[in-house]
């Protein structure tokens, strides 16, 4: 958790500074939907159950309305299940994933209305479990994301978008079991929770 605030403060303080020169920036509440996310382990099975998830996002748009800096937050809560022939009997947790993200977009705009964007984030996730049964885990994280805007006026718009968002865990690494099972991912990069979402945009000019 330490990781992520720190990563949180930085990202913060980069685009603060951005902010002190900028011309237009948007703040875009958001809520949808993350689906099921299945992933091999050693001598099993783990998955992310699917289900809703919001957050919001601050971007900064650059002069010439091309490009987008931006800053995250998403917070999705789950069930985590393991089932593995090293693990003694099956792991069913309550689970919390928060993801901190900072990224570019790239813009497309086909009219004063609409906008296409697609876009990569870097940043970190924490999955945390409100049981305490299991420690929490930090992981960088790598992520994309494409989507459409359309604004209503020149300061409220709607947006939806299409995430993938993938915590980074190194191949035998453990994500929430003991590592001392013998239980670890198989593979890299194996977690891919795909998301869609839709939310407000409140555009601001300085």
């Given at each position: 958790?330490?990781?992520l605030?720190?990563?949180?403060l930085?990202s ?8 002190s ?66 693990l003694v009997?099956?792991e ?115």
């Open positions: 958790m330490r990781v605030l720190i990563f949180t930085f913060m303080l980069g685009i603060v500074g951005n902010f020169n900028a011309q237009t920036f948007e703040i875009n509440p958001f809520s949808g939907y993350t689906f099921p996310s299945t992933f091999d382990i050693t001598g099993g099975t783990a998955k992310l159950e699917g289900n809703a998830n919001f957050g919001i996002s601050f971007g900064y748009i650059t002069p010439n309305d091309v490009t987008e800096f931006e800053f995250s937050y998403t917070y999705f809560g789950t069930n985590a299940n393991a089932s593995s022939v090293y009997e099956e069913n947790s309550r689970a919390r994933l928060h993801f901190v993200m900072a990224g570019v977009n790239r813009l497309l705009t086909v009219s004063e209305k609409v906008t296409f964007f697609g876009g990569v984030k870097l940043g970190a996730s924490n999955l945390a479990f409100p049981d305490g049964e299991n420690q929490s885990s930090t992981k960088f994280t790598v992520g994309v994301q494409a989507g459409m805007r359309y604004y209503l006026s020149d300061r409220i718009g709607f947006r939806m978008q299409g995430n993938l968002l993938m915590p980074i865990v190194s191949e035998g690494g453990s994500l929430w079991w003991s590592p001392s099972s013998g239980t670890g991912i198989s593979g890299w990069s194996p977690i891919v929770p795909f998301s869609l979402n839709g939310g407000l945009i409140i555009r601001i000019y300085k």
